[in-house]
């Protein structure tokens, strides 16, 4: 790939000039300024892979339900699938830190690739096995095992690529509007699952995902190289993992939004554990509510994901109160009375989670040097995707022995004390007191240098 006039050859911001607080943005140095909801679509070569992520995120969320549903037909086994869940997941936090060091080595488009090609294969190899009536469950099992080590490359290789596509200016918009995305086909691809499962059987839905990934390799064929905004790859050399893992760790402005999103991603995410058990046993309704759950919270996230996109920055202070309101949201959804204001909340809480996690993404996208990015956001993806089955037993156990009330509130309470302890934490590092008083006849609560003593209006 030759590299273009956009080329980005330095960090996105210089961590080192100036310690990150709840005020920075991710975005330092540049101006702040809000920009239009699809802006980065004018991009081509961004145009052509979201349009492939399109159909492919539609594939890949119709091949989750029918795997789900085709071992529970071939074992009667919740366990099962817990199992095929697991496969799908153990490459990620076994050897993810390894993939971000492969994706840094090596060119992001020629590597997605690959790691497109292998994902199409494995579901059409699934599809010929369960349409020719030859599936087994360890068929599945492998396939589950097989999808999970090309996503080791494909995820950190496809978050970092996003920035060689638009550049900085437009990477928070691109961000979000991948987010916007994937939560899209959430609401179709689970629904045209459902009726090729019932009507003509599950080979045809990874048949679908087999095919769907043509519009995405074909996506990235028709790119035009000179105008990616490349960057300079890391050498091979001994060491990298451990470099990547210091490299994290030593930049406040990164370990504190990856341990937070840890936190809000093991006890707060698990909402299979919670909305299940809140459909069952909390309100008797089964399954149709459970899914009503799921499709609520889809479109708040939907919405999440397109107001992130008009945001012209990310601000670590937004991600901490972002996850202080969805922590409380869970709390007071905990405590609903009924089935329909608990629904309702479902479309705040998946806005909130959205902004967590959009907001999370893009600062770090922001603040890692481009030649590290694939490891950092290969951390970051094994903490992001780790996080819900490393909780999910835990969880399991408190809502199961406590009641699923307790345990969303619990998951809340956790969400909203990381983000205070976190919050608290960034002001430190960056030398800042809390300043609470009026400002032209209201209340206003923000973080100022703890040298500078704002003379603030007096109370209206």
Known sequence: ??????????????????????????????????????????????RLFFLGQVVSNTGTWMQRIAQDWLV???????AAVGITTALQFLPMLLFGLYGGVLVDRLRKRPTLLVTQSSMAVTALALAALTLTGQVQV?????????????????NP??????????????????????????????LVGPAVAGLLITGVGTGWA???????????????????????????????????????????TGRPELIWPIVLVGFVGTF??????????????????????????????????????????????????????????????????????TLWMFALLMVPLGLFGMTVNVTTNTSIQMST??????RVMALYMM?????SPVGAPIVGWVTDTYGARVGLAAGGAVAALAAAVIGLILARVGNLRLSVGWHRGHPRVRFVPREQREELAPAA
């Open 383 to 387: 903490v992001f995707l780790g996080g």
């Open 1 to 46: 790939m030759s590299s273009g006039p956009g080329t980005a050859s330095a960090p996105a911001t210089e961590p080192h000039d100036s310690p990150p607080t709840p005020d920075s943005p991710a975005s330092a140095g540049r101006p702040v300024r809000k920009t239009s909801m699809f802006s980065s679509l004018k991009v081509r070569n961004y």
């Open 369 to 374: 040097d481009p030649a590290m990015r694939g």
């Open 157 to 186: 290789a496809r978050q970092s690529f996003v920035s060689e596509l638009v550049g900085p200016q437009q990477l928070q918009n691109a961000v979000s509007l991948n987010s916007a995305n994937f939560q899209s086909a959430r």
């Open 268 to 337: 707060a995410f698990n909402f299979p554990v919670y909305l299940s058990a809140f459909a069952d046993d909390v309100f008797h309704a089964g399954a149709g509510a459970y899914s009503m759950f799921n499709t609520l919270m889809a479109v708040g996230s939907v919405v999440g994901a397109l107001l992130a996109a008009r945001r012209g920055t990310s601000r670590l202070r937004l991600l901490i109160a972002a996850a202080m309101v969805f922590g409380a949201l869970e709390i007071v959804a905990a405590t609903t009375p």
């Open 72 to 78: 529970l037909s071939l074992t009667g086994s919740s």
């Open 138 to 154: 360890w068929h599945v099992y492998v396939a589950a095992f097989a999808v999970g080590l090309a996503t080791v490359v494909d």
């Open 206 to 248: 990874f048949l679908f995902n087999g095919l769907s990934f043509i519009a995405p390799l074909t996506g990235l064929l028709l790119m035009r190289s000179r105008e990616l905004h490349t960057v300079e790859r890391a050498p091979r050399g001994k060491g990298q993992l451990r470099e990547g893992v210091r490299y994290v």
